[in-house]
């Protein structure tokens, strides 16, 4: 482990004193705990075949709309909420978590999380919050809030476990035995900490009202404001906020993490990352308002949306300069590293997603885009183009790292890569196009269900694509369980050697 | 100092260097830049956060506090039932609810009539919010009497049944009660031009369904030497230029075979495959949706000439599932789609239409007899060239316009004096009386006036309810047969 311990020195070295106590301390990898991170990775895994499912059968639904007819569960409308919720809650918040879990300890000089007995306890309650909400939803208990569906008890459930993740974040920094504190944990730390308060103020959890949602008989509004108008505001605000003060966070936060470690090259500048922080800090709040820029809504605030929303490329751009820099002569790895290519691959979508919606939220083009597909195609290429990328990227580099031992097939890792590639550069064509042909008709005065049979062969082929993507969750967790049920360092023996990872790391 | 690059490194792609290469054009110590604490982290974080939470969250919440509409009106009970029901079953995941500026722009008049205004949703009961950001199908924001209630429950049902290029997932699942606050919602939507517009469905719904009970003397058409009753209630509602005015279109193979894409993207949900008045949706409407396979009808049926077929296409049939297609469908296809039902009686629709099959109408001498005296303020009807004077009833498609205070809609005012003297207006068997006659009588009728804006409605039909009341009673009512249930 020396050849480790001295990349990893330099890498850390940048923010740190050569003194810094990591080196003294003679960690290994070996005395890492990790089993909370792994039940957050595993259960991630499984949450991101079942959302693709959902997703799925949405798009079935879009083609064939009687094929779940009279069963009230699989209506499109009760699975779209699950899909969205267990694509944002269930899969990438539990791979994040995963994530934090591993790298914290790693970048800390601690021997594991704070206490990780809390660790395991919120990550299988994580797991009972999501069953219940997927039996809430389909059957109609939601708050009926976008992003917000979950009912009032669920909330306060996501809220305990969330400040139990959050105590168990600051308590191991407090812990820490590095002094400097690297630019992932800064975002592992402050993210959560937005995000809990954001989650609150979003579903106005003040306000229970009706407990268990709005569904026909049962009572009134639940998690709401007083008026349709502000309610709405707050509701948008909070939405967009999932994605800017957690989703890409902890994107930032993960590509901090890989793109260094893989390549074995310090992180180009400490600069660029302050500006990236305070940058995203400031003005990631504010944009959720370009939501509802065609709403009566106040003008001023519409403006701060927009101007913040083209603001923030600024910050977007300066974490992208840091990346390419510090992959400056490190692209040989992007070809051989499985991991470092789903993580950059996740990295070229998020820089594209973030100058999409960056021009998506002024008013020229949000009038032809809004309410169109092509919303949902940039939805898709930030949640399934930048964090499902690096997702796949985070668990196939941890999973090797913490059994020590390589994946069960690298063969399978491929297919797993151009499968969710293919199918999502599908996905996501189709319904642009799809987009711009219904942004084209209605500004021409051609109502919306006219559209619908242009759309109809757009709808196949996102359908097409969309079991491509179905079938690298599944080809992901299929090489994960053979990872872990085979001795695949004896199995794949010389394979591994072909593409070497860096010194002290595992293949994957 | 340039960069060394180790010689391994070029030979053999998977070499990692021993160490990290370090660019010289690395900056000083960060130290020197800025400490990053937890402290400065977390702290500073929340600092910056809150700062933006006040900006975008706080003073807007608290601040802005527009007046009410004056379109707005509260939501009864059922409606508000309904409202939980539409965010519970995610119904504004695909229909928005809020009008755009360019949505009116773009013209969609009929469903988009008013941009969204601030005071629209200052209401207790427009919360929690339905903005929605995604339009599969229409927004609803307007939805209010747009449909009658026996279209929205064959919709429910199965969508397809009502429009067949839909994609909505069917709620068929929606016990009695739910669908009726559902319905309840929608018609209610959103405020009072929704109560009008509903208000307008509602009364044109009871009126032609006792135009319907008329004794079989007056129901019969183009056979006794004037036109039956459900043709002349028909009659009233169109323009008078539009009723005589012959398909532009020439008579062509093409033609034809767009006319029934058209009719078949569209129609066949009520007016089934055949054309013959026997789509799915049947079952679920009442009036009944129309045949078209009866050749002597589509040759001299009263209200059966390409004019007004195309009229009723663009402007609907206030009161039946009948819908508004002038913003769906461009002229031209309507005009194919009316060339194409004249071929459903030889066989256009079971077999490829051919320009022989096409049956021109000819209508019946007293049928004009029958408009010269009814209509005598018109001055001039020609094929396509037509002037209207000021008198001349207004669409009924223009639906606010008909019930704007003081005003009389002229199809309720002639439908009302038809079924009130079991007679029709200016058939050999009864005094000479003009749209216009019987208008102002009706307008003069001083607390009576049906659909009058601001006076008490006339209870026409026995069991017929104020649509604030609608419930169980109000459907089984205006619903003679059980139409919905919660089992299949």
Redesign the interface.
């Known amino acids: 482990m020396a050849?480790g311990n001295?990349?990893w020195n330099?890498?850390i070295g940048?923010?740190g004193s050569p003194e810094d106590r990591v080196t003294r301390s003679g960690l290994s990898q070996s005395e890492y705990t990790d089993r909370a991170t792994m039940i957050w990775l595993y259960s991630a895994v499984f949450w991101l075949t079942v959302v693709d499912l959902f997703g799925l059968i949405l798009a079935l639904?879009?083609i064939s709309?009687?094929l779940?007819?009279?069963?009230?569960w699989l209506?499109?409308?009760?699975i779209?909420?699950l899909h969205v919720n267990g694509v944002i809650f269930a899969w990438l918040s539990m791979m994040y978590w995963g994530f934090a879990f591993y790298a914290l300890p790693r970048l800390l000089g601690t021997k594991g999380m704070w206490s990780e007995k809390l660790g395991v306890w919120t990550a299988w309650g994580w797991n009972l919050f999501f069953v219940l909400g997927i039996l809430t939803i389909a059957n109609?208990?939601?708050?009926?809030?976008?992003y917000a569906e979950f009912i009032w008890p669920l909330d306060v459930l996501l809220v305990i476990l969330w400040v139990s993740n959050v105590v168990n974040v600051?308590m191991t920094?407090?812990h820490r035995r590095v002094k400097?504190?690297y630019?992932t944990?800064?975002w592992v730390?402050?993210s959560p900490?937005?995000l809990g308060?954001t989650y609150i103020?979003g579903n106005v959890m003040w306000n229970p009202g009706a407990y268990f949602?709005?569904?026909?008989?049962l009572g009134?509004?639940t998690?709401?404001?007083?008026?349709?108008?502000?309610?709405?505001?707050?509701?948008?605000?909070y939405a967009h906020n999932l994605f800017g003060?957690w989703l890409t966070p902890m994107l930032l936060a993960g590509l901090y993490y890989l793109v260094p470690r893989i390549t074995?090259?310090?992180l180009?500048?400490?600069?660029l990352s302050?500006i990236s922080?305070?940058g995203m800090?400031?003005l990631y709040?504010?944009v959720?308002?370009h939501?509802?820029l065609?709403?009566?809504?106040?003008g001023w605030?519409k403006s701060?949306?927009i101007l913040s929303s083209i603001a923030l490329l600024i910050p977007v751009f300066a974490f992208m300069v840091n990346i390419l820099?510090t992959m400056?002569?490190n692209w040989?790895k992007f070809?051989?590293n499985l991991p470092l290519r789903f993580g950059l691959t996740g990295f070229i979508f998020y820089i594209l997603v973030n100058v999409q919606g960056s021009f998506e939220a002024t008013q020229a083009f949000n009038?032809m885009t809004?309410?169109?597909?092509f919303?949902?195609a940039h939805a898709h290429l930030a949640l399934l183009g930048a964090f499902t990328f690096l997702g796949m990227g985070i668990i196939d580099y941890i999973v090797p790292q913490v059994l020590k031992k390589p994946l069960y097939s690298r063969k399978a890792g491929e297919w797993q890569y151009w499968l969710i590639l293919i199918g999502f550069s599908g996905f996501f064509w189709a319904l642009t196009i799809a987009g711009i042909l219904?942004g084209q008709a209605?500004?021409?005065?051609i109502?919306?269900?006219?559209v619908?049979?242009q759309l109809q062969i757009w709808?196949i082929l996102r359908a097409i694509s969309g079991t491509l993507i179905v079938a690298s969750g599944f080809v992901q967790m299929f090489n994960l369980v053979m990872t872990v049920f085979t001795d695949t360092k004896r199995a794949r023996g010389r394979d591994t050697a072909?593409?070497?990872p860096?010194?002290g790391e595992v293949a994957a | 100092m340039s960069?060394e690059r180790d010689p391994k490194q070029d030979k053999d792609?998977?070499y990692?260097?021993?160490?990290?290469?370090?660019?010289d054009s690395?900056?000083p110590h960060?130290r020197k830049?800025?400490?990053?604490?937890?402290l400065v982290?977390?702290v500073?974080?929340?600092i910056?956060?809150f700062?933006?939470?006040f900006?975008?969250?706080v003073l807007?919440?608290t601040t802005?506090d527009?007046p009410p509409s004056p379109n707005n009106a509260p939501l009864t009970e059922q409606e508000e039932?309904g409202r939980?029901?539409f965010?519970?079953?995610?119904?504004?995941?695909?229909h928005?609810g809020?009008v755009?500026?360019?949505?009116v722009a773009?013209?969609?008049y009929y469903?988009y009539p008013r941009?969204?205004?601030?005071g629209?949703?200052?209401?207790?009961d427009?919360?929690?919010?339905?903005?929605?950001?995604?339009?599969?199908?229409?927004?609803l924001s307007n939805s209010g009497g747009f449909h009658p209630d026996d279209w929205h429950i064959a919709h429910y049902k199965?969508?397809?049944s009502v429009?067949p290029?839909?994609?909505?997932?069917?709620?068929?699942?929606f016990t009695t009660q739910?669908a009726s606050a559902m319905i309840a919602f929608t018609q209610a939507r959103t405020g009072k031009l929704a109560q009008i517009r509903s208000l307008h469905q509602l009364n044109m719904k009871q009126l032609l369904l006792a135009e319907k009970a008329l004794s079989p003397t007056l129901q019969a058409d183009y056979k006794v030497g004037y036109p039956g009753a459900d043709a002349v209630s028909n009659l009233i509602m169109m323009d008078r230029g539009n009723w005589f005015q012959a398909n532009p279109l020439p008579v062509t193979q093409e033609n034809l075979l767009r006319g029934r894409a058209v009719f078949q993207?569209r129609c066949i949900g009520c007016h089934g495959v055949a054309g013959d008045g026997a789509g799915p949706a049947l079952n679920f409407l009442n009036p009944p949706p129309a045949g078209f396979v009866i050749s002597d009808t589509a040759r001299f049926g009263s209200d059966k000439s390409p004019g007004a077929y195309y009229w009723r296409i663009l402007r609907g049939i206030p009161g039946t599932a009948m819908e508004n297609f002038g913003?769906?469908l461009n002229s031209d296809d309507i005009w194919r789609v009316v060339m194409y039902l004249k071929t459903i009686p030889n066989g256009g629709a079971t077999s490829v239409p051919t320009p022989e099959m096409v049956i021109e109408w000819q209508g019946y001498p007293e049928l004009f007899q029958w408009a010269d005296c009814f209509y005598p303020e018109n001055v001039a009807f020609e094929n396509s060239s037509v002037t209207y004077d000021d008198n001349s009833p207004p669409g009924v498609g223009d639906v606010a316009a008909m019930v704007t205070p003081g005003e009389v809609n002229p199809a309720y005012a002639t439908i009302l004096y038809m079924v009130e003297r079991k007679e029709i207006p200016c058939s050999p068997t009864t005094p000479n009386i003009s749209v216009t006659e019987i208008v102002t009588a009706a307008v003069n009728r001083p607390t009576e006036g049906y659909a009058r804006m601001g006076t008490p409605q006339l209870q026409f039909m026995p069991g017929a309810v104020n649509p604030k009341d609608w419930g169980q009673e109000w459907m089984d009512a205006v619903w003679p047969k059980p139409l919905y249930s919660s089992t299949?």
């Open positions: 050849a001295q990349t330099r890498l940048r923010f639904e879009f709309p009687n779940f007819a009279g069963i009230p209506t499109f409308s009760r779209r909420p109609g208990f939601t708050q009926g809030r976008e600051i920094i407090l400097p504190v630019v944990t800064w730390l402050a900490l937005w308060i103020i949602g709005i569904y026909g008989v009134g509004a998690g709401n404001l007083p008026s349709g108008m502000a309610d709405g505001m707050v509701n948008w605000w003060l074995a090259t310090p180009y500048s400490h600069t302050l922080f305070w800090a400031f709040t504010g959720g308002h939501h509802l065609q709403t009566p809504s106040p605030l701060i949306a820099m400056r002569g040989d070809f051989t009038q809004h309410f169109t597909n919303v949902v219904q209605w500004q021409r005065g109502p919306e269900e006219n619908l049979p709808f072909d593409w070497a860096p010194q | 960069v792609i998977n990692i260097p021993a160490e990290p290469r370090h660019p690395w900056g960060p830049k800025m400490m990053m604490t937890p982290i977390a500073g974080g929340l910056a956060y700062t933006v939470v900006m975008v969250v807007p919440t802005f527009p039932q939980r029901l965010l519970a079953n995610g119904c504004f995941y695909c928005s809020f755009r500026p360019q949505d773009a013209g969609l469903l941009i969204a205004e601030p629209d949703y200052v209401a207790p427009q919360s929690p919010n339905t903005f929605g950001s995604e339009r599969t199908g229409p927004d199965n969508p397809r429009t290029i839909s994609v909505m997932p069917s709620f068929e699942f739910e993207q913003t769906r299949p």
